[in-house]
């Protein structure tokens, strides 16, 4: 299907997991983003990527490792996961042409640390 | 830094009446403003954009104006219909240099619209 996917949609795990959230986009868009939605503090910009093996960290990265291998894909991983990290995940996409501020969000992920 | 603030919600309205949300931003240069709109269960989709001083950005009946001389980009329709209850983004893009295709968001604005 073309478009932003996120897998899984929802993942409960305990305290020091790691877990990993999946994001792929068939657009072959240029930069990916991670975000994480906790209320009261809206979206907050963990990291992101201009290209395949460029990543740069954003406001709220402690605690959260990204590669992105292939162009397609841009996988976060909670190393050892904490209560704290409990929240709704989204990966976004975006194109060159638009130099990176149209966003397309995938459906997101919603991660429960017990 | 750059930032983005937005009225806290929730607002609640009724069916067809005026709706307008506040968007203050701060920033070095010209930044590139836009709203996005998140409907429950979604991820957040563009709603309209501008790119310069004085722009009006338009889609599905929602307006917002670039003023640059009070450093707003307030969102506005005239008649809001229940189908718009989602929660509302205020976002710039700095455009001064360096790695500038980072998007900086507001919190983000709950708007329930009843019938």
């Known amino acids: 299907d073309a478009g932003i996917t996120q897998s899984p949609r929802y993942k409960i795990t305990e305290t020091g997991r790691q877990v990993t959230l999946m994001c792929h986009q068939t657009w072959s868009h240029s930069y990916m983003f991670w975000y994480r939605q906790d209320l009261g503090h809206g979206l907050r910009l963990i990291y992101y990527s201009a290209a395949a093996d460029i990543t740069d960290k954003g406001e709220v990265s402690d605690g959260y490792v990204v590669s992105r291998s292939k162009t397609e894909n841009f996988p976060l991983t909670l190393e050892s996961a904490t209560r704290s990290q409990t929240s709704v995940y989204f990966c976004?996409?975006?194109?060159?042409?638009?130099?990176?501020?149209?966003?397309?969000f995938g459906a997101g992920t919603r991660l429960s640390v017990l | 830094g750059n930032s983005v603030t937005q009225m806290e919600g929730p607002v609640t309205l009724s069916e067809e009446a005026f709706l307008t949300i506040n968007c203050t931003y701060t920033a070095t240069g010209y930044p590139s403003l836009f709203w996005y709109v998140q409907y429950p269960g979604e991820g957040l989709q563009l709603l309209l954009k501008a790119t310069k001083a004085d722009d009006k950005g338009s889609n599905k009946g929602f307006e917002a104006t670039y003023r640059k001389e009070t450093t707003s980009f307030h969102l506005e329709k005239g008649s809001v219909q229940v189908s718009d209850s989602a929660v509302y983004f205020c976002a710039l893009r700095d455009n001064s240099g360096g790695s500038n295709y980072k998007l900086t968001f507001g919190k983000g604005t709950l708007l329930t619209v009843n019938p």
């Open positions: 976004a996409s975006s194109g060159r042409d638009s130099g990176g501020a149209i966003q397309y």
